[in-house]
């Protein structure tokens, strides 16, 4: 355990290093940056994988999920020091960092009895407010080398707004590695195996995934260096909370994330809780997993209706099943609903969850998002369709607003833009993707619901 002066001066250090992050880390490294979030990582992927569906020239990409072993306990500390010179930190920092981690030691206890004390020599201390920032601030050695490397050509976005080239990504230590065609892992691992001899950080190829992005390189099996393989044709492995694999499986994602509601609500279920603490149960643990899911796996009608009467169960019956049981709330639906100033119990509804979630994104990804932002939306929003993606628009205030409630529609970018146009007021005209003309489809009315 690390003793409260130690935290409090390293939550300094932590405070103001955090502020520079955005201008030293690698842009598609998203861990512990302000302002950038895992969804980004997802969105990469998922881009990847519909540029290989639609362009032939990425027919046989593929995407390396690398697992380093014992991440935080194997990072060398002159390698640590030597990056925190080569990326330009004060030589006041690297001195700081020195007297932070050189002449640690530590001991055990088990079973109320202490170990002798053991000098420790490597690593970065685990509970470090600063640990995570100077991890990255190691991987950054890696992504530089990779994205830096002519060999590799990794995978190309085209959309209508541009082009953009990517060949690492990642969130903290879950890092993923693309590249064009087979003959590149090779040159991956080689960069790999020397990033490890400077930083300690062994890559551990036995439990590194190797995923086609298109189906049919699955189904065509390329040679790799032992032990790498593809990834079966319909297998699905996690990667940042979401199972991937070359042919994405959205029921099983679904079917997976009921699976662990259930036992992870089994023990509040059988505690005797109210109806109103079963809803804050829902608020703080069910709601914030399937919007997650939702952001990047779009539910259908059926699943939304399955979670809906779920999530009522669960509040008024304590189960959490899709189930019929037998008894009846002693609120009406829309009452429950309302906020708990004005009498109700805050039961969310999950398609005005999602709804929302839908409109914030692509609100926030016209107005607010860079260039390259721009271009993974537009492939990820285009699944697949097109080599050249089209450019993604929001139109405000073009689409009428709804008689009885809003529509979803199959998609969240869909949804999410539909939403946003029939807003009856916006002031961000000048924005990138904010268009004053009319740019929605006809057609995109006949999928919702």
């Avoid at 003959?183 to 400077?198: D, P, S, Y």
Wanted: overall charge positive.
């Amino acid at each position: 355990m690390l003793d409260t002066d130690y935290k409090l001066v390293t939550r300094i250090f932590a405070t103001r290093t955090s502020k520079k992050l955005y201008m030293i880390i690698h842009p598609n490294q998203n861990g512990f940056v302000p302002f950038r979030t895992i969804r980004a990582t997802v969105d990469l992927f998922t881009a990847a994988q519909a540029a290989a569906k639609a362009d032939p020239a990425m027919e046989e990409a593929l995407a390396l999920l690398l697992d380093f072993m014992k991440a935080y306990d194997s990072v060398d500390r002159d390698f640590l020091y030597a990056v925190l010179d080569w990326l330009g930190f004060p030589p006041q920092y690297t001195a700081s960092m020195r007297s932070l981690h050189e002449g640690t030691r530590v001991r055990f206890l088990a079973n109320g009895y202490r170990s002798r004390w053991v000098q420790v020599t490597c690593g970065i201390r685990q509970g470090c407010p600063l640990a995570p920032l100077l991890f990255l601030l190691v991987l950054e050695a890696l992504y530089r080398r990779i994205d830096s490397d002519v060999r590799i050509e990794g995978i190309t976005l085209r959309s209508a707004a541009g082009t953009v080239n990517h060949k690492v990504g990642g969130y903290a230590d879950d890092t993923a590695s693309y590249v064009r065609r087979a003959a590149e892992v090779i040159i991956i691992l080689a960069l790999a195996r020397v990033f490890a001899k400077a930083s300690g950080l062994q890559l551990n190829a036995s439990k590194t995934l190797v995923i086609a992005l298109n189906p049919t390189t699955a189904a065509r099996r390329p040679q790799l260096p032992e032990p790498l393989k593809v990834q079966g044709l319909t297998v699905l492995s996690r990667y940042l909370g979401i199972p991937v694999g070359s042919i994405p499986d959205e029921n099983y994602t679904w079917q997976l994330a009921r699976t662990r509601l259930i036992t992870r609500l089994a023990l509040a279920a059988r505690k005797t809780t109210t109806a109103d603490q079963r809803s804050l149960v829902v608020m703080a643990i069910v709601i914030p997993k399937l919007l997650f899911i939702g952001r990047h796996q779009w539910p259908t009608r059926d699943i939304i209706l399955a979670f809906q009467r779920m999530i009522t169960n669960y509040v008024w019956h304590a189960r959490f099943t899709d189930d019929t049981v037998t008894g009846r709330a002693w609120l009406n639906g829309h009452i429950a609903a309302l906020p708990r100033s004005k009498g109700g119990l805050a039961i969310p509804d999950l398609k005005a969850e999602l709804m929302a979630l839908a409109a914030v994104t692509a609100n926030n990804w016209a107005v607010e998002a860079d260039t390259v932002s721009h271009i993974i939306g537009d492939v990820v929003a285009g699944n697949g369709g097109k080599a050249v993606a089209d450019a993604l628009y929001v139109t405000p205030r073009q689409t009428p607003t709804h008689a009885t409630s809003r529509r979803m529609y199959p998609t969240l970018w869909t949804t999410g833009r539909r939403c946003r146009e029939s807003w009856r007021w916006c002031w961000h005209y000048n924005a990138r993707r904010i268009s004053r003309g009319p740019q929605s489809s006809p057609g995109e009315d006949a999928d919702c619901w």
